[in-house]
């Protein structure tokens, strides 16, 4: 009888939908939007985020980085990954960028930005998710943010900054106007040089983006 074709082995991710939010962008739009559906709050469409205290580096830039090279690896893996922007020079509203992964119908959307303090001292990575009254998936937000941080700081060596790893957040546009599974994670700081010379490390960056 003839020898069987081996099947190949299933990837992990097939058949799992991702989207990838890289924070910021080139140019901040600070005309305003609505802070979520019910809301009569205004916020910028999209702030300009920090940059790098040693390096100069912008944010948008290393969460653009990250997020390809995060990209690269869950589609390795079998995912369909929805990027909201592939460049730096673009002009998006955090609206936007959630209605997009809504169209997307995403099994989960992950944010990627890192966080900056007048405090220079401040190091650590830390993980950002709705309110429970923000969202309809908060039990699947904590379960994904509380994995991702712990396999995030395990494969950088970065510390968490809060106990938990987990902060709350009601007023972010990006995750009021989603209807899908959403977190956000804080990379680290580019407020401290030692973090800020990490974060901008193409080398580094790839061990942030596997973790």
């Not at 910028?44 to 990250?66: D, F, M, P």
């Not at 309809?136 to 712990?150: G, K, L, M, P, S």
């Not at 994670?185 to 790839?206: A, K, P, R, V």
Request: hydrophobic share 35%; charged share 25%; net charge negative.
């Amino acid at each position: 009888e003839p020898t069987p074709t081996p099947r190949p082995e299933p990837k992990p991710l097939a058949g799992v939908k991702i989207g990838l939010d890289p924070g910021h962008q080139q140019r901040a739009n600070y005309n305003t939007e609505p802070n979520a559906p019910d809301s009569d709050v205004m916020k910028a469409k999209c702030s300009g985020g920090t940059r790098g205290i040693a390096t100069g580096v912008y944010e948008y830039e290393v969460n653009l980085q990250v997020a390809c090279k995060l990209k690269a690896m869950l589609e390795e893996a079998g995912a369909t990954v929805f990027l909201t922007r592939e460049t730096n020079n673009v002009n998006l509203s955090n609206r936007e960028r959630a209605e997009y992964i809504n169209n997307a119908e995403v099994d989960l959307a992950i944010r990627i930005h890192c966080n900056g303090t007048d405090d220079t001292s401040v190091r650590g990575a830390f993980m950002l998710l709705p309110t429970k009254e923000r969202t309809d998936f908060y039990n699947e937000n904590v379960r994904a943010a509380t994995a991702i941080i712990e396999q995030y700081c395990a494969a950088t060596g970065l510390s968490m900054r809060k106990r938990s790893g987990l902060s709350y957040s009601a007023e972010q546009t990006g995750f009021n106007w989603c209807k899908r599974p959403i977190v956000c994670i804080e990379m680290g700081h580019l407020s401290n040089e030692t973090e800020d010379l990490l974060l901008t490390s193409d080398s580094f960056q790839d061990k942030m983006a596997f973790g």
